[in-house]
């Protein structure tokens, strides 16, 4: 019996044992869930209380975006109507500057009216009676190197036909044809040309022109083009700057003459692509070029079209700097300026090799605001407009003429 007994003690104490381990595992985890609950239920509490601040917050957002989106749109009307009023006033300006600009000096004896031209006495004889009064009016006379004696006075429409190619180029028109060519970019051996100003504007690019490939590879866009010939500037590397004659007809270069000018010299300071400047007309050849890269001013030339011969040079006194482009209208040269940020471009300056009109007594003109600044202008004689070329866009300009006085 006492086996029995030992065994029956011994089970007992074993079943309170394990019931004591399992109840003490149970309460362990009862007292981890219990934990578990408290810190979900502290983060649903701060995921709420977030949420509730993110809704504010974008509620806070929304109407200060919608604050600054009304602000933004009244000061945009503000700038739009400052815009309008300055362009207002700007034309108010230049109106008052083209009727009231101050008329060069007259000599009674020799006064060009505006409906009139140039009249030389026909006989010797009328020539010796009034020697003694008009003496040095003959002198200047003789001394004449252009005979055309109109001068700009404004523009009078703007024309934005289309934008190709690069941002910086040159096109124009021949003015003894209606062959337009264009010269993308700032150096290159070839040329576009098409057969009116008609087809460029209506075609997609340059490739569906004639295409042109030049002997040699012209550097800036200076180059210009009169009654069948290209006159352009080529400049090898650490050589003088090169005017060469082109027969566009033939495809042959006709002539060449060395210009002794330095090499990284440049004629305008904003555009130092352009090494010279070349412009063609009735009354000739002209070259606008910069002698040196220390020369202040711009010096211009008059080239005979044939031989390239040099008939006279000139210091126009008009400096280099600032200066984007420039352009010859009768034997008076319109040296255009801008700035560094482009602005609007404005005729600031100008010079007469008759001495006729000086920078003084000119109206100063400005361009209607464009995208930059010119890379080139080039005047047609035949249509008195120009030809520019203005961040990648190709621009017609109508001038309004009036006629000189002689001073």
Known sequence: MKPVFVLLVSTAWTFTGAQDYYQGLMDYLENRLLAIEDRMQLWHEQSHRYHTELLDFKKLTVETMDGLRNQHSVMFKDLEGAAVRVDRVEREVDYVEIQTSPRACANKADKVVEQGAWRLKESRGQEEEEEDEEDEDW?????????????????????????????????????????????NGTSGDNLFQFNSVRDFSRSPGVTSSR????????????????????????????ADVQVVKF??????VTDAAMFPVES??????????????????????????????????????KMDRASLDIEHIWDTRCPRENAEAAFVVCGT????????????????????????VSSEEAPLIYFPRRYGAHASLKYNPEEQQLYAWDDGYQIIYRLTMKTKLLV
Not at 162 to 172: A, D, E, F, L, Q
Not at 247 to 252: E, F, K, Q
């Open 333 to 356: 040269v319109y040296v255009v300026y801008n700035t560094r940020l482009a602005s609007r471009s404005r005729i600031q300056c100008l010079f007469d090799v008759n001495d006729m």
């Open 139 to 183: 002198e200047e006379l003789h001394s004449r190197v252009s005979d055309c004696v109109e001068i700009i006075s404004g523009i009078r429409s703007v024309k934005i036909l289309k934008r190709v190619g690069s941002p910086k180029g040159m096109w124009t028109r021949d003015p003894r044809s209606s062959k337009v060519y264009v010269f």
């Open 247 to 252: 027969d566009l007809l033939t495809g042959s």
């Open 211 to 238: 295409h042109i490939r030049l002997p040699s590879d012209w550097r800036g866009p200076g180059s210009t083009v009169y009654d069948g010939y290209l006159y352009y500037i080529q400049q090898e590397e650490n």
């Open 264 to 301: 990284h010299a440049t004629v305008y300071n904003l555009n130092p692509e352009t090494v010279a400047d070349l412009a063609a007309d009735d009354e000739g050849l002209w070259l606008l070029y910069a002698t040196s890269d220390s020369e202040p001013n711009i010096h211009l030339a």
